[in-house]
């Protein structure tokens, strides 16, 4: 995929990760600096709602246990309302993977990282992996349509540690 046809000039590898909070689906505020000491998989996803992203936050919970056991946590992160996604996270199951709103300002965390497709008003698909130092140490960036491997991620930060 050709980033920069896609609008995206993707934060480096070794850069310090942008500190930002955002709340998450029940109304809580997460924030990366509070998750100082532990890896941090933040997994952006286009949209709520729809099939692609609905697979990829589905992955992300299905391995909540390999994240707790490698002292990660993975949290997902799109342009869409809290409402929204406390409802979409009813209507999968989600019960432990934090879905976090980047709605106001819009894509604020999505631009910080190089990932807002300003065209579109969404971030692209991607995954980011900070270190418990707070900087980049794994980013990819997918096709729209395309699932992210989960079992790449978690072989990406067991390969970090």
Known sequence: MDQEKMGMDVIDTGATAPDFELEDHRGDVFSLSGQAGRYV???????????????????????????????????????DAVPSKKAWAESLGIMDTRLLSDFWPHGDVATQYGLFLQERGISGRANVIVNPEQHVAWTKVYDIPELPDIDEVIQALRGLR
């Open 41 to 79: 998989l933040l997994s952006f996803h286009p949209l709520a709602w729809t099939k692609v992203c609905a697979r990829q936050m589905q992955s992300l919970e299905k391995h909540v246990k390999d994240f707790e056991e490698l002292d990660a946590i993975a949290v997902g992160i799109s342009i």
